[in-house]
């Protein structure tokens, strides 16, 4: 049984997780859905399919929805998701699974893997995880895969039941807040991220921008006002002298001046951009 697993990444944790499942996974393709999403329609053609992808604003990322709206998975004998994030509540597999049933499939099992925080943004006292920390969360993954992928091997039907979280109000604001600035960014030509002074102009942040939203200019990032943001935050996390920053936006303060910066601690500049390139298979 052929198996494909399309993931998005913005800081290396759901790539990791998309790595760790193609380990255990025999006969696996990884294939990065940024670099597919110009394509009118994304054919599938393994028998098991899998999505990988972040938690953002409690859903899926924008650049996901737009996969899930031109895919084709017509090959797909069996359908499975993996999200990660760093706590809160989720509720994207029923958006998933609405998708789907317009293509008369179903999401047949899904799971939910938290993992390092990487948008310490809107964090007052945030702070990156230490590197005992790492390792937990790494340790505690690796069990949870030794799990997820016995069920995806033998199809089957396993819808994980989240944990009772309550989602403060605050971040239900901020869920449409981001939104909002995704929107007014493209819409508005609004621009919310900027480089400081920091600034080696070593151009990392054009190379790991999933949407091509930034371009240098004058050796500087300038971030395009037709080009929408995917809200990876590759940008910010990656930048090795920690200049991307994102201004105050309505009704919420930004803190990334003051908070420290995380990538997946396997992830590199290299792992990030790759998603881009227009092969389909990736890490074979
Ligand atoms: C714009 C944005 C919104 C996010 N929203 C949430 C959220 O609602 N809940 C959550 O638990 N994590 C949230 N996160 C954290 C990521 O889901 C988490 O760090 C994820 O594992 C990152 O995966 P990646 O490295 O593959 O991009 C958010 C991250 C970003 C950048």
Redesign the pocket.
């Known amino acids: 049984m052929s198996t494909e697993i399309y993931y998005?990444?913005?800081?290396?944790?759901?790539?990791h997780v998309a790595k760790e499942l193609q380990k255990r996974i025999p006969d696996t393709k990884l294939i990065p859905v940024v670099s597919l999403l110009d394509d009118d329609i994304i054919q599938t053609s393994g028998e098991s399919i899998g999505f990988v992808?972040?938690?953002?604003?409690?859903t899926i990322p924008i650049a996901f929805k737009k996969f899930l709206r031109k895919i084709d998975p017509s090959s797909a004998k069996y359908i499975f998701a993996v999200a990660?994030?760093?706590?809160?509540e989720?509720r994207g597999f029923k958006t998933i699974d609405g998708f789907l049933k317009k293509k008369n499939k179903i999401l047949d099992s899904h799971f939910i893997l938290n993992?390092?925080?990487?948008?310490e943004i809107r964090r007052e006292g945030y702070k990156v995880p230490t590197e005992a920390e790492i390792l937990k969360i790494e340790s505690s993954v690796q069990e949870r895969l030794d799990y997820i992928y016995k069920i995806i091997v033998n199809q089957e039907t396993h819808q994980e039941k989240d944990t009772d979280y309550i989602v403060p109000v605050n971040?239900l604001m901020e869920?449409f807040v981001?939104s909002a600035m995704a929107i007014s960014e493209y819409i508005g030509g609004v621009n919310y991220f900027y480089s400081d002074s920091k600034c080696t102009s070593c151009q990392t942040c054009e190379k790991v921008c999933l949407s091509g939203k930034i371009k240098i200019a004058d050796k500087k990032p300038v971030w395009q006002k037709d080009v929408f943001c995917y809200?990876?935050?590759a940008c910010v996390n990656l930048c090795p002298s920690e200049s991307v920053q994102i201004k105050d936006i309505p009704c919420i303060k930004s803190y990334t001046k003051e908070n420290g910066r995380?990538p997946?601690p396997y992830?590199t500049a290299n792992d990030i951009l790759i998603q881009k390139s227009k092969w389909r298979y990736h890490h074979e």
């Open positions: 998005f990444s913005g800081t290396g944790n759901s790539l992808f972040p938690v953002h604003a409690l990660t994030r760093y706590g809160t989720f993992m390092g925080h990487n948008e971040y869920k981001l809200m990876c935050y995380y997946h992830a």
